[in-house]
């Protein structure tokens, strides 16, 4: 096997397992494996004809099941990757040598990249170079017979359009054209973004009226064209005047008509929305088809809320008497979960079930999943009551998801009623379902409860699986227990899996046993590919049992193979380095993070890792970085900084307000909570002049000094000697509530009576020199 031919082991673990060949030898004995020490046969192979026969079938149709999911989609990545390295033609020319022929996916693929390497290019001139070798890409596919679809080529005429390159883009234009006739209508799309750009006034007029007087399909493709180019440049009165010229009924059945209504929500162009809608009624479209149009056109109006938007939805609805399609409201349900209105989508769903009766279960599910993402999780008796009320056919997903809301709400007696449902309703199986109880009860460190989960599952006659065991290892209390359950591992013959060997890592590792926990590692049953799984979870393991510095080391030798940390390994082995020196580590675990989520939290640990050690320049530029990715979520991490500012032993004050800066000059907004702890800062170092400063931002960032804020002020100027300004502050501090009395008596009690032990040590400091000066007098 070549190879090319092999596959690699993740594909190996989702691709079926290759039957094992019929053996040569009728009379061999069965072959066999060991799995636990127990040993499994095979049966000899069937004499049977008609058998054999359906082996063969099966085998032929994994053969092309894997070839075409596996050997193909890795062939692309070959190619990619020698593209990168050789240059396109020299791998065609290379993979062509190979009996290989290059086929439409394998082009696209090395397009893609040379556009890719085109737009990380500085300047033009050095992105020449890609665009050279990309038209070589398309002229070779031409002279193969190859098609070129708008999948590929669109990407390409935007960037061309984008960085001003005209006249290449004539002349990939008249070359696609040349090649195929049918792109003709969408590139003309391409050429009137280009005289928006360009902004040639001239030529757009020109366009549009030349499909004025032709009734021609052909012509109406031109023309949709344009309009969806003037809908997504904003140029309404354009859109509006090309309206006017075509027959709305014929527009209707524009395959662009769906971005049309989104375009004409965006612009409120209302009358034409309803021109359309129209034309489509009467010449008999689907009401599904309608309501999915009304849909794209209410959720794009511009600034709408979502509770007017859903008004408008159904005022359309009721207008062209339509009911709307269980599609169009699962998309308001995810549309309302976005925006947080986890009570709105409910009746949303809640409406949807009552006007019909085929509503599955799964549109319930968005809204299960915003109420655990968004911790709403009160919201979960009135969304299983509702599921009940209207006689939806749960799935044992639906059934998981609810015993997990209501575990993660601390309610285990709702979630044994679900769990009672479940098992009257007969078609599924409940392991799982006892699995979510027990780990909710392991998560709240209720061992006993977890224990009686255990107790109902044998009175249940349900038996615990992998992941059950995987549950009671990982929490056991002592390495007892973890012998006891991987004998009834052996004994109920459960495979291990990847979820237990992650268990067993933890486990010994969280009881301190760390050589037993590296043991697991050594296991030569393990299949290969769980064996970067354990790695990461042994790292992860190491961590935060206080081993950071075997994690690191387990670390460099995954990196040296070629291998990478789970993301949650990561971001636990970057929370738990703490030592200074570690910053290019950091960076290195941070790299290795590739999904935005946890590369996120995992930029705000090391931020706050660079606070802790002074990093200044590092942190401001993973600042950047993180506003880059996501806005919102940065003024979290902000507060974050701000209250290690606060919370370290030595308050570096310099650093915060650098940072302050360095947050106003990126245009964030500074809140209330990060000022707070700022101020107390300057309590804590008992430094009035940033106090004062601080004092001024709360009134710069728009934020009005509070009693919390004027406390912290007054503490400020005590701890500071500045007697005076306190009394007047704390004139204008209302008193009537206890808890601010008893910080200002607190205060007193604290500064004053500092104050008093300062004069008296003073004294009597003045006494001894007074003293000792009286008695050299009286020696003289």
């Known amino acids: 096997m070549s190879v090319l031919d092999a596959p690699d082991e993740e594909e190996c673990a989702t691709s079926p397992e290759v039957p094992v060949e019929d053996s040569e030898d009728d009379g061999e004995v069965a072959t066999s494996n060991k799995i636990l020490d127990f040993e499994w046969f095979q049966t000899q192979p069937s004499r049977d004809p008609l058998m054999h026969w359906r082996r063969e079938v099966a085998r032929e149709k994994k053969k092309h099941y894997i070839f075409k999911n596996v050997e193909s989609r890795r062939y692309t990545k070959l190619m990619r990757m020698c593209a990168n390295r050789l240059g396109t033609e020299s791998t065609i020319e290379f993979f062509g040598k190979l009996g290989r022929e290059t086929g439409v996916k394998e082009f696209n693929s090395m397009i893609k990249l040379c556009l890719e390497k085109a737009k990380a290019c500085r300047d033009i ?47 990939f234009s008249a070359f696609f054209k040349e090649l195929n006739p049918k792109c003709f209508s969408r590139i003309a799309y391409y050429e009137m973004l280009l005289c928006i750009r360009i902004q040639d006034e001239e030529k757009i007029q020109e366009l549009c009226h030349s499909v004025e007087d032709y009734n021609e399909k052909a012509h109406y493709d031109l023309a949709e064209s344009y309009m969806l180019a003037f809908a997504e440049s904003g140029r309404k009165e354009d859109l509006v005047a090309l309206l006017d010229m075509l027959d709305l009924s014929k527009v209707s059945g524009s395959k662009y008509i769906y971005n049309i209504f989104k375009s004409l929500g965006r612009l409120e162009l209302e009358n034409y929305a309803e021109k359309l809608l129209q034309g489509m009624r009467s010449k008999g479209c689907a009401d599904h088809n309608i309501s999915s149009l009304i849909l794209d056109y209410t959720t794009n109006i511009t600034n709408i809320m979502v509770e007017d938007m859903l008004v408008a939805f159904h005022k359309w609805h009721e207008k062209f008497e339509v009911a709307p399609s269980i599609a169009a409201y699962d998309k308001i349900i995810s549309i309302c979960c976005n925006s947080s209105k986890i009570g709105l989508a409910l009746d949303v769903a809640d409406r949807m079930c009552k006007s019909s009766s085929d509503v599955p279960v799964e549109s319930f599910h968005p809204i299960i999943h915003a109420c655990e993402q968004r911790c709403e999780l009160h919201m979960a008796r009135p969304i299983y009551d509702l599921i009940r009320h209207h006689n939806l056919k749960l799935k044992s997903e639906t059934f998981r998801s609810m015993i997990s809301l209501f575990v993660k709400l601390k309610d285990f007696e709702g979630a044994y009623n679900i769990l009672t449902d479940a098992e009257e309703f007969g078609e599924i199986s409940t392991v799982s379902l006892y699995n979510a109880i027990m780990l909710g009860y392991y998560r709240e460190k209720n061992y006993n409860g977890a224990q009686m989960v255990m107790s109902q ?8 699986d992998s992941e059950t065991f995987s549950y009671l290892i990982a929490n056991c209390e002592s390495e007892e227990n973890i012998s006891k359950y991987r004998d009834q591992l052996r004994q109920d013959l459960i495979p291990m899996t990847r979820h237990i060997y992650v268990a067993l890592t933890v486990a010994y590792a969280r009881l301190g046993n760390f050589d037993m926990a590296k043991q697991v590692l050594l296991d030569k049953e393990i299949p290969r590919k769980f064996l970067s799984d354990i790695k990461s979870a042994l790292v992860g393991a190491l961590a935060s049992n206080g081993q950071v510095l075997d994690a690191l080391r387990l670390h460099d030798v995954i990196k040296e193979s070629g291998g990478s940390l789970e993301p949650k ?22 790299d290795g993070l590739n999904d935005s989520d946890s590369w996120f939290e995992g930029c705000g640990r090391v931020l706050l890792y660079c606070v802790q050690h002074n990093y200044t320049d590092v942190a401001i530029d993973l600042l950047k970085q993180l506003k880059e990715k996501d806005e919102m979520s940065t003024y979290m991490v902000v507060d974050q900084v701000f209250c290690q500012i606060w919370d370290m032993e030595i308050t570096n004050l310099d650093l915060g307000m650098v940072f302050l800066d360095a947050v106003k000059e990126l245009g964030l907004n500074v809140s209330r909570t990060s000022l707070d702890f700022l101020l107390s800062a300057c309590v804590k170092a008992k430094n009035l002049q940033r106090a004062q400063q601080i004092w001024s931002e709360y009134e710069s960032a728009g934020l009005p000094h509070n009693v919390l804020t004027s406390l912290r002020m007054y503490q400020a100027f005590l701890s500071s000697g500045g007697r005076k300004a306190a009394k007047k502050l704390l004139k204008t501090i209302p008193k009537e509530d206890d808890h601010v009395r008893y910080i200002i008596d607190s205060c ?8 008093f032990k300062h ?7 003045s006494q001894k020199r007074a003293r000792s000066k009286q008695k050299a007098t009286n020696k003289g």
């Open 569 to 590: 390994a990561a971001i636990t082995l970057i929370e738990h380095i703490r030592t200074e020196g570690e910053l290019d580590r950091m960076h290195q675990l941070l």
């Open 759 to 765: 004069s008296a040590t003073v004294r009597l400091s």
């Open 457 to 464: 599952m044998q009175i249940a006659g349900v038996k615990p």
């Open 125 to 171: 001139d050095s992105a020449v170079e890609y665009i050279y070798r990309a038209y070589r890409l398309f002229e070779t596919m031409k002279d193969k017979g190859l098609t070129i679809e708008k999948d590929i080529y669109g990407p390409f005429l935007l960037y061309l359009i984008d960085v001003g390159m005209f006249e290449e883009f004539e002349m």
């Open 748 to 755: 007193h009690t604290t500064y004053y009576s500092e104050d």
